[in-house]
C-alpha cells in the first residue's frame, strides 16, 4: 500500500510557509510605507500602532487589516504579498500555495490508488 488515508487528512504542516509568508508581508508594509511612521499608517488603516509593529516583526495579519493597509499605503493587497525571487524575479504568495495543494493532492492520489489496488488484489 502506498500509504494510509487517514494519516495523510490528518497530516500537518510546520510553520516554514506560514512564517516566511508573513515575513514577506511584514518587510512589503515596511518598504512601502516609506517615511511614514507606524503610527500615521496605522491611524490611516484603522488599527493600532502596535499591530502594525506585530504585522512588521512577522506576526500574524488578518485579512481584514491586509486589505487596510493595502488602501492606506494606495497599494494592491496582493504587492504586499510577493517578494523578489533568488533570481530577481518575483514570485507570489500564491506559488506557495500552489506547490503546497500540489505536493498535497499528489499524495492523496497516492494513498486513493494504494488503497483502491490493495482491494482490487485481495
Request: with cysteine; charged share 30%; proline share 1%.
Amino acid at each position: 500500500m502506498v500509504g494510509d488515508f487517514d494519516k495523510m487528512k490528518n497530516k500537518t504542516y510546520d510553520n516554514k510557509y506560514v512564517n516566511s509568508i508573513l515575513a514577506i508581508v511584514g518587510d512589503n508594509i515596511r518598504k512601502a510605507r516609506g517615511g511614514m511612521t507606524q503610527e500615521k499608517l496605522a491611524s490611516l488603516a484603522h488599527v493600532s500602532r502596535n499591530t502594525i509593529w506585530k504585522i512588521e516583526s512577522g506576526e500574524n495579519i488578518t485579512l481584514e487589516s491586509l486589505i487596510n493597509i493595502a488602501k492606506a499605503l494606495n497599494v494592491h493587497p496582493s504587492e504586499l504579498l510577493m517578494k523578489d525571487g533568488e533570481s530577481g524575479e518575483t514570485k507570489s504568495v500564491e506559488k506557495y500555495f500552489r506547490d503546497l495543494i500540489r505536493e498535497e493532492i499528489g499524495d492523496l492520489i497516492q494513498c486513493e490508488l494504494g488503497k483502491y489496488f490493495t482491494k482490487k488484489n485481495t
